[in-house]
Each structure stands twice: as C-alpha cells, then as structure tokens.
C-alpha cells in the first residue's frame, strides 16, 4: 500500500490568528496520526499573513508534542535562509525531543517575497549557489562525529535525521539523484515539470548510505467531503488564495464561497485551474478514482496531501476521509 502524509501549512484563517493556526495544527497532527498517516510535515514560508509556520522547528515541536508516533518534519526548510549548523542544532534537538521521529526536508527557495528573502538571506545569491554544499555541511554535521572535527552541533551531531530534497524543478531531481536521497516534488503547486523531475530522478540515483534506491514523494492539495459539491465548496479557499497571489494581494485564508464566477477572470481561471490540476477534490468516489490516476501516472512512494480547508472541523474530516480512500486502494 502505498504510503500517505500530511503538508501543514499552519493556516491563519480570516477572523483568526496565529495563537489559534498552532491551536489547529496540533489537532491536526493527532488527527494524521490516528488516521494512520506516516508522517506529518511543516513548511518554512516567511512574511505572509496566512501562515503562521515561519519558525518552522518550533512548530514541528508543537506537532511532536501532540502525537507519540508519527514521523514530524519538514516540507521544507529553505536551506539557503539559515545557516547549516543552526539547522543542525535545531532538527538535532528535535531528534532528542523526538527520537526516530523527525525528518529534514530541505529546499533552496526563499519561500518569501524577495524584499523579505533579503532581509533572510542578505546575499541571495549566494545563499541559492551554496545549496548543495550546504546539504553536506548539514551532513557532515547530524552525522558522527570525525577525529579532529572543530565545529560540533550539540544537539545534532550523530543524529543522521533523515534528509530530503524537496523542489518543483529538473535541478533539485538533479540534484537529489547525484546525492542519493529520497526526492519530495511539490506538484501540488508546481505541476509542469513532474513527470520529467521523477524521470531524471529515477533515471540518474546514485545509491548513498541514506538510500540504497530511489523513492518518489509527490505532493498534491486535497478535499474529500461527503459530496463532490461540499468538497469544491471548500476549495474556493485555496483558489481565492492562488488569485490574490496572482494580484499581489495575499492575506489570511479566505472564508469559502458558493461561486469563484464572480471573483476570477478568465486569464485567472485558467492559471488557478493549470496550477492546482494534480488537486483530488471531491466525495469520495470521484476522489478515489483521481487519486487511483495520479498514482498510476507517477508511481509515487509516498503521497502527501495538502488540505487548504477553511473550517478546521472539515479540515479534520478530510483527514479521515483520505485515510479511508487510502485504505481503499
């Protein structure tokens, strides 16, 4: 059976705030555990006002408080914003906090606005050339440590938390190949290029004393509801989210709305519907028989699901719902 997880994006809904999206994650963290998920995965975005992760490693603690089993981790942290031994220290406490519990996803965008990513970062550009070199300080780092080593991570060192390379581009299945770790690809924002990426991964993996073969994550947003009717309903939150991004007008998630008629413009429509076309939105037959598709085209390892619902109480019951059509398949 293939395996399911979960991306929390930590979401800061309208008439909320941040003290209540940590409130919602921690639910939905025992809910993924429960519902037998594998693992349960927070992602590092910086300066929006709709998501409330952006001390990633400190949310991750909340969700490894709240669960006992599941796998926590990162999707991911933007390697490039820190500086490797700070990333070591903090995923080496998680690890202490949470022994054989915690993952590192790694990915080189700023996951921010560019005024914000070089208020991050200082030096873009050359935060985003480091990437691979900073991926085996982090190595050299949560590995064990070398007769003579001078920097240490404490926490950290011989922690060997798992990493990933998380990306939406040829260059990180490049780049998670040449490396031989496992590959998370972000086509639930970033389709265009998936079937190429998990090729060229595939195809070039050289096996590492993480992995000894390649394994595929693909990613995608997700609601199942009773209904195909109730399912759409709630998903007018991420499409109003994806055009205010496009009008450079973001802000907390959106309450859902009968109709996007009057909301979208065409040229809108068309973008939301391109970006967002791997999405398995619907009641549980026809969510079942896209999912069974998106499966079959990828023949993905793992598949994580993103649910950008409004009402934490549907939120949590699309957790279970997708843990029933995993069961399903």
């Not at 965008?109 to 991926?135: H, V, Y």
């Not at 990613?219 to 991420?238: K, L, N, P, R």
């Not at 007008?249 to 109709?259: C, D, E, Q, Y």
Request: proline share 5%; charged share 20%.
């Amino acid at each position: 059976m293939t395996a399911f997880s979960i991306l929390d994006l930590c979401p800061i809904i309208e008439g909320g705030d941040a003290r209540q999206a940590l409130a919602e994650t921690r639910e939905m963290a025992k809910a993924a555990e429960d519902a037998g998920f594998a693992r349960f995965w927070l992602a590092e975005h910086h300066g929006m006002a709709g998501i409330a992760s952006a001390a990633t490693a400190l949310v991750i603690a909340e969700a490894g408080h709240a669960t006992e089993t599941i796998r926590i981790g990162s999707g991911g942290i933007m390697l490039p914003n820190h500086a490797p031994l700070v990333i070591a220290e903090q995923f080496g406490t998680l690890e202490a906090l949470f022994p054989g519990r915690v993952d590192l996803g790694l990915g080189r965008a700023p996951g921010t606005d560019m005024a914000t990513a070089r208020a991050l970062r200082r030096n873009l550009e050359a935060g985003a050339q480091s990437f691979p070199n900073d991926i085996l300080e982090l190595q050299a780092y949560l590995g064990e440590p070398q007769d003579g080593q001078r920097l240490r991570a404490v926490p950290g060192e011989g922690a060997n938390v798992p990493i990933w390379i998380l990306g939406s581009s040829l260059y990180s299945a490049h780049l998670a190949a040449a490396l031989g770790l496992p590959y998370a690809f972000a086509s639930h924002f970033a389709p265009d290029q998936l079937f190429e990426a998990l090729e060229i991964y595939r195809t070039g993996f050289k096996p590492s004393a993480q992995l000894d073969a390649p394994y595929v994550l693909a990613a995608v947003m997700g609601v199942i509801a009773a209904t195909d009717e109730e399912a759409a309903y709630h998903f007018t939150s991420v499409q109003q989210n994806f055009v205010n991004m496009r009008r450079n007008a973001r802000g907390k998630m959106p309450k859902p709305v009968a109709s996007m008629d009057e909301i979208w413009t065409e040229m809108e429509r068309t973008m939301v519907e391109h970006t967002l076309r791997f999405a398995i939105v619907g009641g549980p037959d026809k969510a079942r028989e896209n999912m069974a598709r998106f499966l079959a085209d990828t023949g993905a390892d793992e598949i994580m699901v993103s649910i950008p619902v409004y009402a934490i109480e549907a939120r949590l019951d699309a957790v279970r719902r997708f843990a029933a059509l995993r069961d399903s398949l």
